[in-house]
């Protein structure tokens, strides 16, 4: 920061920035106190200048900025500096300075030392730390033009100091003698606008004059701006501060994030810097520019940066360092192509790099000037004078593009309008070419030429040597002539050239018209169209020639006539007189508009209209109906027949005269009177006839009259009578008549009515009606011949015009329900099968071809008394329908329902059984047959009977008694053991047939005396077990079949056996000698005080000796032989006494035990290789193998659920 004081006698003229507009002026600078100092403050890029008004605010400006204040007293204020830095007082010139730099600055010699009450810095005011609400500016105005993108709103600070940290700059010596330089300039400039502005008296102006325009003031990497001027010098404060100017230039919004930016820059301490672009391959029109990425230099090291997180911007400039420059690229390449640029011109380019994280980096300015060129086309020549034989043409140079003009070339076409040729060729700027023809179009062309080439052509020129007037052309001929339009032609002047450019003038003058000719035409072309034109109507035409050297005479006057056009529709034809049925004269008007021309005649024409058409389709009908002409002539009255009565028609007339036809008139409606309608076609039969009713239908007739029929009216009469009556009137189409009697023949006759009366009557129609079904006979007459027949007669009744083919009658006991039970041609029938002393009811009903008649009236007849009816249920009793058991092999309990008693009371019944045995008993429903034999058949019926006689037998059943009950069976025992006795009975198979009628029940004892059943069945056999070893058990047994139980047998009594030992262990063979050796096995008890014996065996190859037998346990072997096998088992048996003597009852034997007498020890107890010992062992690998099994499948399936359990439950 630099801070130039300058002494003036008065205050010097300040403009009116905006700055001073905003922020009062000190009185004593408005006063012009001579004493006033005005101190400058520069402000470099990068800086920030704090200041505090008299009202205590804090205001706080960023470089580069020039702030000019007043020092009223003429010291210079104090300059309070952030930690680190230093401010030094140098005077030069006149003008003192405050430079404010680091500590490790080397002063200049021409330096004086700071002043001691200035402090190096000082800690800030409480008033300064709070941000100010609103853009702060300098208290006070200066005299140079401070630029508006400079002057904004300070961001707070973000320490409890002043000042913010800046980054790290190096001042060297060189760097101040480069200031010196640059603040006296600025004072001279100062010195210099102070006596221009005081010479030209208008500082009061000045104060009020608008701030300058932020385009005047562009910066760049290489330009410090001065009091708002800029001036090209390099810069001094490195690669650092061009980035942050190209930053506040490019980007106003950036500058509010400047404070922040700086902060964290330098933190870092991290600089970035782009270098300047490379121009290459320059060409006249274009050229490559590339750059490097930018580098980042930190404690003096440099690093490339990626260039994916940077955006780069290209701008250009053609008006030198200073000028305007336009941006041409943003994008992330670092090579483009610039096009579009003008040959032999000075470029200046520079690059700025910008990202999210860092501040906007801009490259020094590149220079480059593109190549020369061949000259760019010139402007089309123009014509400076002209005659009829002379041209006389000059131009103007166009741009060279960097090397000069030489020559210039014109071509023409010598007026022939072909190929372009050389008329000149040199340095001039104007040519005259001689010996041109008259009145000739010629057309020129021209390029440049500089040392490099020879540009494009211009644009031609198209220009006329100048003619004679052309002669007067012929008159216009007409092409085609309408009502309001003329189509003329005409020819070019005779002598003159078809390449000689002529236009027409076509006049004309309406017939009767007192403005005589007037133009209708002008133009090149032959021909015309004259529109909008008066019909039927003379016009008088001439025609003038022009070309570009007057106009010629006019053409004969000739006239054409337009033609007349259609006359208009005439009046709406009107009734004359009155409406007939089958005429009616019309007559009509004249049209207003007769095209022009006279009417020759009138057309009139009819349109039968039908009554069915309603408002909305009347235009449609209308046009697509079809008219048929009844009239064509002159006259205006015509009288229409014939017509249809009662029908509607549409009349229109037209006329034609020259121009044609008119368009019809409007419609005229007329409907003729109606008549009573025509005879109806004869009446016929709706389908078919029927007895009581006919169904009648018509067509309409041919001839409604001219009004639609309202009814139709439909006479009857029998043949044989002349009277008639009316048996329908209505608007249906048929009808049915209704009362008539079957077979007869009637006549009707038809006619239909409108609203003019009722039409004539039709022919008469004949029909006959169908036959009907007989009428209703008569009440049969009944003879009752028997107590169960009666004779049924009847009479024929009338047959309605069909013989009677059958006869049906109906017979019931209920008047309400009978059925039919003759049915054919005869006048009587014989009821039978009737049951005596019952009332029947009877009808009959006649039929015919036509169908069956209505049932007569009924007749009643009750039959007389008679016999008994024959017993119609007759069954045995079963044994549980008994109210006391009786023997069944002997009796036979029959039952009965009583039957009919036909009128008289039943007495009794007669049973017939056996050999025709009969048996009369008195009036009840069941008896006891005794005294029967016994499994015998019998057939058996029953008769009713009363005074009158016996009645039928009822249906036979057969009955059968049952046996005697059976004997009871001999009972043995056949096998007899210790524990169980089977005992056999009878004669039959053990096991039980499936038809064997006869059971037996076996009963034995218990220890109380009573007999139980402890069998019941039909086997022969039956085995007791669970029963006591050497006990006595008394049994019985009884046989029972479908006759009954029979009687038990005596008591039986059968003694059960002694049980045997049971089985001993393995006997064990201890070695005592070298050829002795003991056996012993283990005891048992004596049995039920039986003594035990034993019996031990030894077996040696295929032999085998009993060796012991006695009560003893043990037993010594002797005598053995050495390399021999022996074994031993043993068994035990129970002596015991009974009626023969002394009895042994032995057991099985024990497992064997295996004894070698070569290993001379005893050997463990083997099994025995017989086969039962074989089998024993297989059995125990058996059961090792399946617990083996067993456990393998429970742990197997104990894995399977926990894998489930694990997946579906836990997971």
Not at 802 to 823: F, K, N, P, T
Not at 936 to 963: C, D, M
Not at 1062 to 1085: F, S
Request: charged content about 20%.
């Amino acid at each position: 920061m630099v801070i130039s004081a300058m002494m003036a006698d008065q205050p010097p003229p300040l403009e009116a920035t905006p700055i001073l507009n905003e922020v009062p002026l000190l009185p004593h600078m408005v006063n012009g106190d001579t004493t006033q100092q005005v101190i400058l403050v520069q402000v470099n890029p990068g800086e920030t200048f704090t200041i505090r008004t008299e009202d205590g605010h804090i205001q706080c400006i960023q470089g580069p900025a020039h702030v000019p204040m007043m020092s009223p007293n003429g010291s210079v204020p104090p300059i309070f500096v952030p930690p680190g830095y230093v401010s030094q007082v140098v005077e030069e010139n006149g003008v003192r300075k405050v430079v404010v730099m680091p500590h490790s600055t080397e002063f200049h010699p021409s330096m004086h030392p700071p002043p001691p009450h200035v402090p190096h810095y000082m800690h800030p005011h409480p008033a300064l730390l709070p941000h100010p609400p609103h853009p702060v500016y300098p208290p006070v105005p200066g005299t140079g033009e401070m630029p508006p993108q400079f002057i904004h709103q300070h961001p707070p600070p973000p320490s409890p100091h002043v000042y913010q940290e800046q980054e790290s700059r190096s001042h060297g010596r060189t760097n101040f003698v480069q200031r010196d330089e640059r603040t006296l300039k600025m004072q001279e400039h100062l010195k210099k606008r102070l006596k221009d502005r005081q010479a030209s008296g208008n500082t009061n102006n000045k104060m009020n004059s608008p701030p300058s325009s932020p385009h005047k003031v562009q910066n760049s990497s290489t330009t410090n701006v001065q009091n708002g001027y800029g001036k090209g010098q390099q810069g001094a404060v490195g690669q650092i501060k061009q980035k942050q100017i190209g930053k506040t230039r490019g980007s106003p919004t950036a500058d509010t994030e400047i404070g922040e930016s700086d902060t964290e820059s330098r933190k870092s301490q991290e600089f970035f810097s782009i270098s300047k672009p490379i121009v290459s391959e320059i060409q006249a029109r274009s050229a490559v520019l590339s750059w490097n990425p930018p580098v980042a230099s930190q404690n003096g090291e440099t690093q490339n940066v990626t260039t994916a997180t940077f955006t780069f911007e290209v701008t250009i400039s053609n008006s030198g360092k200073n000028g305007k420059f336009k941006s041409i690229y943003v994008g992330e390449e670092m090579t483009i192509t610039v096009p579009d640029l003008r040959p032999a011109t000075d470029y200046y380019v520079r690059v700025s790099a910008s990202s999210s994280s860092t501040k906007e980096i801009v490259s020094e300015l590149a220079s480059f000037t593109t190549e020369s060129c061949e000259p760019d086309p010139p402007a089309a020549p123009k014509i400076v004078n002209r005659t009829k034989n002379s041209l006389n043409l000059q131009w103007k140079s166009s741009n060279d593009n960097g090397s000069k003009i030489t020559n210039y070339l014109l071509e023409w076409d010598e007026g022939k309008n072909g190929a372009f040729k050389e008329c000149y060729y040199g340095h001039l700027k104007q040519h005259k070419l001689t010996k041109l023809t008259p009145s000739t179009k010629y057309t020129f062309r021209l390029a440049a030429k500089n040392d490099i080439g020879m540009s494009g052509f211009s644009e031609t020129l198209v220009c006329y040597t100048i003619g004679i007037v052309p002669p007067p052309p012929l008159p216009p001929r007409l092409i085609e002539g309408g009502v309001s339009c003329l189509s003329l032609e005409w020819s070019p002047p005779s002598g003159i050239s078809s390449d000689d450019s002529l236009t027409y003038t076509l006049e004309m003058e309406e017939e009767g018209s007192d403005y005589g000719f007037q133009a209708g035409y002008n133009g090149d072309e032959l021909s015309c169209t004259l529109k909008d034109l008066r019909r039927s109507t003379s016009y008088k035409f001439r025609v003038f020639a022009h070309n570009t050297e007057g106009k010629s005479g006019p053409s004969e006057v000739v006239e054409y006539s337009t033609s007349p056009d259609k006359p208009g529709p005439p009046s709406k034809p009107s009734v004359k007189g009155k409406i007939h049925s089958h005429n009616v004269k019309v007559t009509w008007d004249p049209p207003k508009d007769t095209g022009g021309s006279d009417i020759s005649k009138y057309v009139l024409e009819i349109s039968e209209t039908s009554p069915e058409r309603d408002g909305n389709s009347y235009l449609i009908f209308l046009l697509g109906s079809k008219w048929e002409t009844v009239y064509s002539g002159s006259t205006r009255e015509h009288v229409c027949a014939p017509l249809k009565p009662g029908t509607s028609y549409w009349l229109k007339v037209s006329c034609i005269g020259k121009g044609g036809q008119s368009q019809a008139s409007d419609v005229l409606t007329v409907q003729t009177l109606a008549v009573p309608p025509g005879p109806c076609q004869s009446l016929h039969l709706a389908g078919k006839a029927k007895p009581r009713e006919i169904a009648l239908q018509w067509d309409p007739p041919s001839t409604d009259g001219g009004s639609e029929v309202t009814e139709y009216v439909v006479e009857m009469a029998n043949c044989d009578q002349d009277e008639r009556r009316q048996s329908y009137r209505g608007q249906a189409l048929e009808c049915t008549v209704n009362g008539l009697l079957p077979g007869r023949t009637y006549c009707f006759w038809i006619r239909a009515a409108n609203k003019a009366g009722l039409g004539p009557y039709s022919e008469k129609t004949e029909i006959t009606t169908a036959p009907g079904p007989p009428d209703l006979c008569c009440p049969p007459h009944l003879t009752c011949k028997t107590a169960t027949c009666v004779v049924a007669s009847w009479e024929s009744p009338m047959c309605n015009g069909a013989e009677v083919s059958e006869y049906r009658l109906e017979w019931g006991q209920v008047e309400g329900s009978m059925h039919i039970i003759y049915s054919g041609p005869l006048l009587s029938y014989e009821v039978k099968g009737l049951t005596p002393a019952t009332t029947y009811y009877c009808r009959v009903q006649a039929v015919n071809i036509a169908g069956a008649g209505l049932f007569g009236e009924i007749a009643m007849v009750t039959t007389p008394a008679s016999v008994p009816a024959a017993v119609t249920v007759l069954h045995l009793l079963k044994e549980d329908q008994m109210e006391a058991p009786l023997p069944l092999s002997t009796c036979l309990v029959l039952h009965w329902e009583e039957p009919c008693c036909h009128g008289s009371e039943i007495t009794g019944y007669n049973i017939e059984y056996g050999e025709k045995q009969l048996l009369t008993v008195s009036r009840v429903t069941s008896h006891v047959l005794e005294n029967l034999q016994p499994d015998t058949l019998y057939r058996i019926r029953v008769q009713a009977f009363n005074s009158l006689g016996a009645g039928p037998f009822s249906p036979s059943i057969k009955a059968k008694t049952k046996p005697l009950p059976p004997d009871p069976p001999h009972l043995e025992c056949v096998v007899f053991s210790y524990q169980s006795l089977k005992l056999k009975w009878g004669e039959g198979p053990s096991r039980a047939l499936i038809a064997n009628p006869t059971q037996f029940n076996l009963q034995m004892e218990d220890r109380f005396g009573r007999f139980s059943t402890v069998y019941s069945g039909p086997c022969h056999t039956y085995k007791v077990q669970r029963l006591s070893e050497s006990t006595t058990y008394y049994f019985k047994i009884q046989a029972c079949n479908d006759a009954g139980d029979g009687e038990f047998s005596e008591v039986y009594a059968f003694t059960t056996t002694k049980s045997p030992p049971a089985a001993l262990k393995a006997p064990k063979v201890h070695l005592l000698g070298d050829n002795i050796c003991e056996v012993t096995w283990e005891p048992l008890q004596p049995m039920k005080g039986d003594s035990i014996v034993y019996i031990l065996q030894l077996a040696y190859g295929r032999e085998v000796d009993q060796v012991y037998k006695g009560p003893e346990t043990s037993f010594c072997f002797t005598n053995m032989q050495t390399n021999c096998e022996y074994r031993f088992r043993v068994c035990a048996g129970r002596q015991y006494h009974d009626s023969t003597g002394s009895q042994e009852l032995y057991g099985p034997y024990s497992p064997s035990t295996a004894f070698s007498s070569q290993k001379q020890e005893s050997v463990s107890p083997c099994l025995d290789t017989s086969p039962d010992l074989t089998k024993s062992r297989r059995r125990a690998l058996s059961d090792e193998q399946f617990a083996f099994l067993l456990l393998i499948g429970f742990a197997t399936v104990a894995i399977l659920f926990a894998v489930i359990i694990q997946y579906f439950v836990i997971k």
